[in-house]
């Protein structure tokens, strides 16, 4: 850095100031205040002129050479520093901490906020995404996790115990969450954490935690959070101190209370579906695999909603789908309700769409950042809510009653917006013209007076006019001067003796006398009075809706839940979904389902339904064969996100949908290396099937495509079988399995829960035509050259690869049967094995019960075998 280079003892006072700040927080670029301007000096103005595009200039600092300064005005800094936190960096407020007028000698200067990514507040416009700030307690084998948007006050946190993977399940939430920040007790030694913050470019920041009892960091919460079960929270050590190091981080400039972060909401993760970060990836749930834009994704199709509340929701509900039945009907007799009585959808969407966003309105009003239009969204937006009641009270639906019963329109802090707040307010909060009149007896008294002014010194100009017989004598004003009279040269001779000159200027001179001083001190000193009393009146309505904050909260969860299930009816209206049920016999009927993210971009109407039955009759392995581009992946896919849909409370791209509750999704698809862990494609392939092998259960849902593709033929045909056999006897998971080893087919004469399905196809000499139907049944090939062939290769190229093949399906023949020849041997090996271990038991040494478990364990061996 520049600064480490200087020679302090030459700096001026007010640069040692600096350098003193800066060599504390080295990794901040610092906005020091100097009059109207933040300025940064050194490193951080060589960036900020880079980054922010200003020009780069210089200051005497007592050096040889004037040191690198740039700055921006201190009224339009908000979108300077927005614009550097927004690429990553930290920014610290240094302010004035005394009058420069009554100081003496240099001006104290303290840094009094820091903005990071994670706390970033001031963010305008329709925003739907979070802005989630996450801070990790990493102790030895279990981690504490928080998080919060202060944008709106949303503040959850969970802990990861006793796992069996800790780093996955670590890194699967942090995907999840998406912060922008995060923040350790200690650093996290997992190549994945540290190849995830480095490819979304994540703050990370590090804080001391001196105290670890429980009851003192219950008590540090309990300041500043004012509804949280506290019982509960006892028995959460590692949430306890992940939120407490949180709270910490956001409150380190403050002395204030945040009210509208005011709950901390528990997320037990057995409650909700597991999807890992892969399986996120590969459907596509938020972002698309090609630009990782939310263009194209399944959160794209299903977020329509009128508010960035409802999106915010919606994109939760994703987060996290349910698995409780009762829960996932509730939001589905919602949504059905709206489907059959569509007159209400319109009126819903009407007045939703009239509501701003509430919750980043109130988390200015908080954090006292809120002008007074903010102050009037919020008095529009209310103004909407008995209109939203009374929709609701016309509803015949017990859960609409609930939200009409719990439903509260808010209407005193509409009144005290209403009639304190003029409709001609300006974004500036600190120069008056904010207040109506009628609201305040003494502002509108001071506001008389300085009205009162202006009459007098109107007639005081003409009477002073007529007193010295000068018709062009006039009264005017500026900041620097005040109020003065101006007199041009050629009536100098009629100026009166009590006249006192102020200025001489060319072509006039400019006088004051004590009756103008005294009108000037009655309109300066009113109007100082107005703009100070309007601002202080203004804090004092912000404070009052503020601490109002859990109300409004309260009223903006309805708003957002009553968004998201209308917005899921109207979807299901225009996209033609239809209602799922649930079964309680593990299996899945679906009657012509569709891709919902592949239909919109085709047209519903040319995408090509498929019917799914898997689960029924103890068939819960289905092997899929068929050509590349016939669509085995998006039939896979979309019975995935079927799935999805149904357990966050939506109608499905489907004409009938019977299913049963699927407590996890797991994926395993396409090839990819993960160069920064120094794994390749095969071992990445063979990592998430290890997750899958260990974690998917009876009632998961798997989708495998393509394993074992990533090794030799015969290495990666071997795996894939013995993955199918190990599931259809362990795991049990319903699994659709598509491929292009045909051999695989084979296992349907094998392992009775395991039955085949093909793409349809027309062949006709050497071309083929897709159907995209999936039939029972199995492909004895896999038209790879004729797919070649489609794409347009040469001639050539396809008649010779025909000749290889041939030459290659000879020889497969006799590899066949060495096959099946290992395979027998293998069968004698393991039955050696079991003989040799029979042999070796004592029976006289056994207990009865013990020699029954010895029994039953040998049963089921030979049962393997």
């Not at 093949?805 to 090996?829: M, P, R, T, Y």
């Amino acid at each position: 850095m520049l600064i480490d280079k200087i020679n302090y003892d030459r700096l001026t006072p007010m640069m040692r100031q600096y350098v003193d700040l800066k060599k504390e927080n080295k990794e901040i670029i610092l906005f020091y205040r100097l009059g109207d301007f933040y300025e940064m000096f050194f490193d951080d103005a060589l960036l900020a002129s880079k980054e922010l595009e200003i020009v780069l200039t210089g200051r005497d600092a007592g050096l040889d050479e004037k040191v690198p300064m740039a700055g921006v005005p201190h009224h339009s800094a908000s979108a300077y520093i927005t614009r550097l936190v927004d690429k990553g960096y930290k920014v610290g407020i240094v302010e004035q901490l005394e009058d420069p007028a009554t100081a003496k000698g240099i001006v104290k200067r303290n840094i009094v906020k820091i903005i990071t990514p994670g706390t970033l507040v001031d963010m305008e416009g329709k925003d739907s995404q979070n802005n989630f700030l996450l801070s990790i307690y990493n102790t030895k084998d279990s981690f504490g996790v928080s998080y919060v948007d202060i944008t709106t006050g949303e503040f959850n946190t969970t802990e990861i115990i006793n796992s069996n993977n800790i780093e996955r399940d670590l890194i699967d939430l942090i995907v999840k969450v998406n912060p922008k920040e995060i923040i350790l007790n200690k650093p996290i030694e997992f190549k994945s954490f540290t190849s995830y913050i480095n490819n979304y470019n994540i703050i990370i920041s590090y804080v001391d935690i001196d105290n670890l009892d429980i009851k003192n960091l219950i008590k540090n919460i309990s300041g500043k959070i004012k509804r949280y079960d506290r019982d509960f929270f006892m028995e959460k050590m590692f949430s306890i101190i992940s939120s407490s190091m949180l709270l910490d981080y956001i409150y380190l400039f403050r002395n204030d209370t945040l009210e509208h972060i005011d709950n901390i909401n528990y997320i037990d993760t057995v409650r909700y579906m597991k999807i890992d970060a892969h399986t996120r990836e590969n459907l596509e749930i938020h972002k698309n695999l090609q630009d990782n834009s939310k263009k194209n994704s399944l959160l794209s199709i299903l977020d329509k909603c009128d508010t960035p509340m409802g999106s915010r929701k919606i994109n939760s509900w994703l987060e996290f789908p349910l698995i409780n039945k009762s829960d996932i009907n509730t939001r589905l007799d919602m949504v059905e309700y709206l489907t059959l009585n569509q007159d209400k959808i319109e009126k819903l969407s009407a007045t939703l769409s009239s509501i701003y966003d509430l919750e980043r309105i109130l988390s200015k009003i908080s954090f006292k950042n809120a002008n007074a239009r903010d102050l009037l969204n919020l008095r529009n937006s209310i103004e909407n809510l008995p209109v939203l009641k009374e929709i609701l009270g016309t509803m015949d639906n017990k859960h609409y009653h609930n939200l009409y019963q719990n439903f509260d329109t808010l209407e005193n802090l509409f009144n005290l917006v209403n009639s304190s707040i003029r409709e001609d307010a300006p974004f500036v909060i600190t120069e008056g013209d904010i207040i109506k009149s009628g609201y305040s007896e003494e502002l509108d008294n001071l506001k008389y007076e300085s009205t009162h002014g202006k009459e007098l010194l109107l007639e005081y100009e003409l009477e002073e006019r007529k007193n010295t017989n000068i018709n062009k004598l006039k009264i005017s004003y500026n900041k620097n001067t005040g109020y003065y009279i101006e007199v041009t040269n050629s009536h100098i001779s009629k100026v009166p003796d009590h006249y006192i000159r102020r200025q001489t200027l060319k072509n006039s001179e400019r006088y004051i006398t004590d009756r103008l001083n005294q009108i000037s001190e009655m309109i300066l000193g009113s109007q100082s009075e107005i703009v100070d009393l309007e601002y202080k009146i203004f804090s004092t309505i912000r404070d009052e809706i503020s601490s109002n904050s859990t109300r409004i909260k309260l009223v903006t969860d309805i708003i957002s839940t009553i968004d998201v299930i209308n917005n899921l009816a109207k979807i299901a209206i225009n996209n033609n979904y239809t209602r799922p049920i649930f079964n309680d016999e593990n299996y899945f009927r679906i009657k012509d389902g569709r891709h919902p993210i592949v239909e919109i971009s085709m047209g519903i109407n040319e995408f090509i339904s498929n019917d799914t039955v898997i689960g029924k009759n103890n068939k819960i392995i289905q092997i899929i064969t068929g050509p590349n581009m016939a669509g085995k992946s998006t039939y896979m896919r979309q019975v995935a996100l079927i799935i999805l849909m149904a357990q966050i409370g939506s109608f499905v791209p489907a004409s009938a949908c019977d299913i049963s509750i699927s407590d996890a999704l797991f994926t395993r698809i396409g090839a990819s290396d993960n160069l920064a862990k120094g794994e390749s494609t095969f071992m990445v392939e063979m990592n998430e099937m290890s997750n899958i092998i260990n974690n998917a259960k009876d009632t998961s849902f798997v989708i495998l495509d393509e394993v074992g593709r990533g090794t030799s033929t015969n290495d990666g045909y071997s795996i894939a079988k013995s993955i199918v056999e190990y599931m259809s006897k362990h795991n049990k998971s319903k699994t659709l399995f598509a491929t292009h080893y045909h051999e695989l087919t084979d296992l349907e004469d094998i392992l009775p829960n395991v039955e085949n399905l093909k793409v349809d196809i027309e062949e006709s000499n050497q071309d083929i035509v897709f159907l995209r139907k999936i039939v029972k049944g199995k492909t004895n090939k896999s038209y790879g050259i004729e797919v070649a062939k489609l794409s347009g290769l040469p001639d050539e190229i396809i008649f010779r690869a025909n000749t290889i093949l041939e030459s290659i399906n000879d020889n497969q023949i006799v590899e066949n049967a060495q096959l099946n020849f290992i395979a027998d041997k293998n069968v004698n090996i393991e039955k050696d094995i079991l003989i040799r271990e029979l042999s070796d038991i004592v029976i006289d040494n056994m207990t009865p019960i013990q020699a029954l478990d010895t029994l039953n364990k040998f049963i089921n061996k030979a049962k393997d075998v």
